[in-house]
Every structure is written in C-alpha cells, then in structure tokens.
T-cell receptor, first 109, second 114 residues
C-alpha cells in the first residue's frame, strides 16, 4: 500500500527553528508537496520538490531524498502565525496525490 | 488572477436530506477540478476529479456524486446524506493539461449531518 508518515504534533518556541519530517512509500514518485493549513481553513501551497536537495524560500526550506523516501520542511525564525498543520503529499506514478495526515505545529512564546 | 470560491461555508443537515456544494473558478480555462474530504486527524481523501466538462472520475464509491456542467463549475451532490458524510469538504483546481501542478483550494465547506 501507499503510505505517508509524519509526526502528529510538534511544539516549538517563537524565534527558534523546527524541522518537520515526512517519509513516504509510494508506487513511483513524481514530486513532493508541502502545504500549510491553519485551523478551519483550506491548505495553501508552500513548496514542491522533484529533485534531490534543498529548496529555500524565505524562512521556509524543503529537502528531498528520493533514495531514502524522505523529506523535511524547515521553518526558521518561527512566528506565532506559523502555528498550523503542515501537510506532506506525494505524487505517485499515476500522478495521484497521496496525502499525509499532517503535523500540527504549536508555537509557544 | 485566478480565484476559487465554494459555498456554502457551513451547513447542518439531517440524515437522509440532499446535499449540494458548489465550486467555481475564475481567471483560468480548462482547469483540473477536485473534490476532497478531510476528516479530523486524517489526510485529505480525494472524492472526485475532473479534467473537462462532463468528465468525472470517482475515487471512492459512496453515496456522493459530482458534476461539471460548465468548464469552471464543479458541484458535489448527494440524494440522501449519511452520518458518515460529516466532514470538511474542499474544492481545488490545478492547471489543466499538467499532471504535477500545485493545487489551489477553495475556502472549504464544513458539513455536519445530524
């Protein structure tokens, strides 16, 4: 079966750095997405990785290792508004998006 | 710029009643359209997707149906709601003709079936 694993919940301090991990087992791979979802709202796109390595976009970076079936989302200089769920999703060989259950990130002052 | 709207935002319906959620996209042509359901603590579940008018693919057999009467309109329906239909429903679009484009989501519709 196809599976995306990410921690259920993480806690971090305002101003700090946090890394949210995602591992996947899918039938093929055609890219990995990270989305941010605030409580009660729709997900919004953060990043897309299809090749190995690090993609940096402001305070957020996303890393991919296809050989390890592994990705992480790195959030720097955390702000209270970063409190949200972070969803990892993988496009499989049939170009279907497989979603993880999301990681709820709690930021404390 | 492209926008997506879905409505209603919230609704409370009795078991056995019908359902209609509507979604429209503006500012783009021939988009891929999707209906997802999100249950608490679980990943997004794809219900239906469409690559063109009248073309609907169903991912999960159930008492829901979808229709695409116009290029940028996507409707989710049910004739008789079940308690298990409660959840957060999300409409989304992506650029047509591409397999790996990012998804743009509507505001979501929270359905409670009593």
């Amino acid at each position: 079966g196809q599976n995306i694993d990410q921690p259920t919940e993480m806690t971090a301090t305002e101003g700090a750095i946090v890394q949210i991990n995602c591992t996947y087992q899918t039938s093929g791979f055609n890219g990995l997405f990270w989305y941010q979802q605030h409580a009660g709202e729709a997900p919004t796109f953060l990043s897309y990785n299809v090749l190995d390595g690090l993609e940096e976009k402001g305070r957020f970076s996303s890393f991919l290792s296809r050989s390890k079936g592994y990705s992480y989302l790195l959030l720097k200089e955390l702000q209270m508004k970063d409190s949200a769920s972070y969803l990892c999703a993988v496009t499989d060989s049939n170009y279907q998006l497989i979603w993880g259950a999301g990681t709820k990130l709690i930021i404390k002052p | 710029s492209q926008t997506i709207h879905q409505w209603p935002a919230t609704l409370v319906q009795p078991v056995g009643s019908p359902l209609s959620l509507e979604c429209t996209v503006e500012g783009t042509s021939n988009p891929n359209l999707y209906w997802y359901r999100q249950a608490a603590g679980r990943g997004l579940q794809l219900l239906f997707y469409s690559v063109g008018i009248g073309q609907i693919s169903s991912e999960v057999p159930q008492n829901l149906s979808a229709s695409r009467p116009q290029d940028r309109q996507f409707i989710l329906s049910s004739k008789k709601l079940l308690l298990s239909d409660s959840g957060f429903y999300l409409c989304a679009w992506s650029v047509g003709g591409r397999h790996t484009g990012e998804l743009f989501f509507g505001e979501g519709s929270r359905l409670t079936v009593l």
